[in-house]
């Protein structure tokens, strides 16, 4: 698959590796603004068309970008490989470009392989959402995962996470919402560290940033949110899907109740917390395997709050795509275009 580095529509959005801190800052500035204001959505999507092109499956990252579509007016086309003839072995940039070239605006790309989004990116001449893209990124998680964090913290105006810590907790190896919240966080300024036994978090994801820590109950009174990753056994076995009343020991796990034992988020271990701290999850959560209900469910929960932010996050992204060849757009847009000509 092509890299992000080829040649694409600059108003993309294909990871957060990489974005400086202007570009993030813009996206979460205009999500505040949707935010304090629901009913002034500008309607630069009317009678334009947002196209989903999922080839994984989704429920609230897909339903978050369609209800963000139409909130900016726009036209939502939903593509599955299921039924599509990328089933029939048409590639996905063949797929994409046929797409655009009835008119879609803007293509949302979700794929099994790392680096989809980037070669749908190169291969067309509208922009790109990454939707999730193997283990590489999902830039909009990251979006709405700082969002909240900032917006817990007080951070909305300036978007300057500095002073706060961010544990990552679980599956990060295979994560692409690690992957993303580790950039846009160390952009942002704040500290990032991953928690995990070596095979679910290896030494080399200190190269995007984030320190490394073993023990969750050392890690956890550091912190001011905690970001619960689901373990993502799809990712580590083809077909490792467990037999019906089996414990899903793969190669990285040895059983999940010693998982369970060193770091499931439980009620005893989130009283260790800092008071102020909260919890997150991206979804969809393994309830009672690294997060108990009663924490998912419990007052230093953000889980909903983030899903709600994904919809403002979402809107930024689309409305940056959609105003980028525009000569009148918001200003935080106009004055990334300026930067770029
Ligand atoms: C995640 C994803 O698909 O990357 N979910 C999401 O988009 N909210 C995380 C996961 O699958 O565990």
């Avoid at 339903?63 to 036209?75: C, G, H």
């Avoid at 500095?162 to 692409?176: E, H, K, M, P, T």
Wanted: contains cysteine.
């Amino acid at each position: 698959m092509t890299t992000s580095q080829a040649p694409h529509h600059p108003a993309s959005l294909l990871g957060l590796q990489g974005l400086p801190r202007p570009s993030l800052v813009r996206y979460l500035a205009r999500a505040a603004a949707f935010d304090r204001d629901a009913t002034s959505v500008p309607s630069v999507g009317a009678r334009r068309v947002v196209a989903n092109v999922f080839l994984e499956d989704s429920t609230r990252t897909r339903t978050s970008f369609s209800i963000a579509a139409r909130r900016l007016s726009s036209i939502v086309v939903d593509l599955a490989s299921a039924g599509s003839s990328v089933s029939k072995g048409e590639t996905l940039v063949d797929t994409a470009r046929n797409i655009e070239a009835m008119g879609a605006d803007v293509l949302v790309v979700r794929a099994r392989e790392s680096g989809a989004a980037a070669a749908v990116a190169a291969g067309v001449r509208c922009p790109v959402i990454n939707a999730g893209d193997g283990k590489h990124e999902h830039p909009t998680q990251g979006l709405l995962d700082l969002y909240t964090i900032a917006k817990e913290f007080g951070r909305l105006g300036s978007f300057d996470l500095s002073g706060l810590r961010v544990l990552i907790v679980g599956d990060a190896n295979s994560s692409r919402v690690a992957r993303s919240l580790i950039a846009g966080a160390t952009t942002l300024g704040a500290s990032v560290c991953c928690v995990a036994p070596p095979a679910l978090a290896s030494r080399s994801l200190a190269s995007l940033g984030t320190e490394i820590e073993r023990s969750l109950d050392d890690a956890l009174p550091g912190a001011d949110a905690v970001v619960m990753l689901r373990i993502q056994f799809e990712r580590h076995l083809p077909d490792s899907k467990p037999a019906e009343g089996q414990a899903r020991a793969t190669p990285t796990i040895a059983s999940i109740r010693e998982y369970r034992a060193g770091y499931a988020l439980t009620p005893e271990r989130a009283s260790l917390m800092k008071p102020g701290a909260i919890v997150m999850h991206p979804g969809p959560m393994n309830r009672n395997l690294e997060l108990d209900a009663e924490v998912a469910d419990g007052p230093r929960s953000r889980i909903m709050a983030q899903v709600h932010h994904g919809v403002l996050v979402r809107m930024a992204a689309i409305e940056r795509c959609l105003t980028s060849d525009e000569a009148a757009g918001p200003a935080e847009w106009t004055t990334q275009r300026e930067a770029k000509m």
